[in-house]
């Protein structure tokens, strides 16, 4: 059974960062493409970075040059370091990690970007 579960949200004033983690079992961050989505307040849920199985990594717009998505492979876990965080990126962060075409969803963190 493959399970997620994602870390390190909290309270951060803008301009600040944050890192997030997220924590595989049942599968491999190595072997598996690996996802970072967000949903804030009244708005749908959007992509926002992803790293692939060969490690070639890929932002939304709005990131690229601020975030940062990797993988310790020894650890099973990807992490999304945020910096220079706006108050509009406040929202729940789900990590969702695709094995065998099956996508595997954490019940999400929350970031919380004061002004």
């Known amino acids: 059974q493959v399970q997620v579960v994602e870390s390190g949200g909290g309270l951060v004033q803008a301009g600040g960062s944050l890192r997030l983690s997220c924590s595989i079992s049942?599968?491999?961050?190595?072997?598996?493409?690996v996802d970072w989505y967000r949903q804030s307040p009244g708005k749908q849920r959007e992509w926002v970075a992803v790293?692939?199985?060969?490690?070639?990594?890929k932002y939304r717009d709005s990131v690229e040059g601020r975030f940062t998505i990797s993988r310790d492979n020894a650890k099973n876990t990807v992490n999304l370091d945020m910096g220079s965080l706006k108050s509009e990126e406040t929202g729940i962060y789900y990590c969702?990690?695709?094995?065998?075409?099956?996508?595997?969803w954490g019940q999400g963190t929350q970031v919380t970007v004061s002004s």
């Open positions: 969702s990690i695709l094995v065998r075409g099956r996508s595997y």
């Open positions: 049942g599968s491999t961050v190595s072997n598996n493409t």
């Open positions: 790293i692939s199985s060969g490690g070639s990594t």
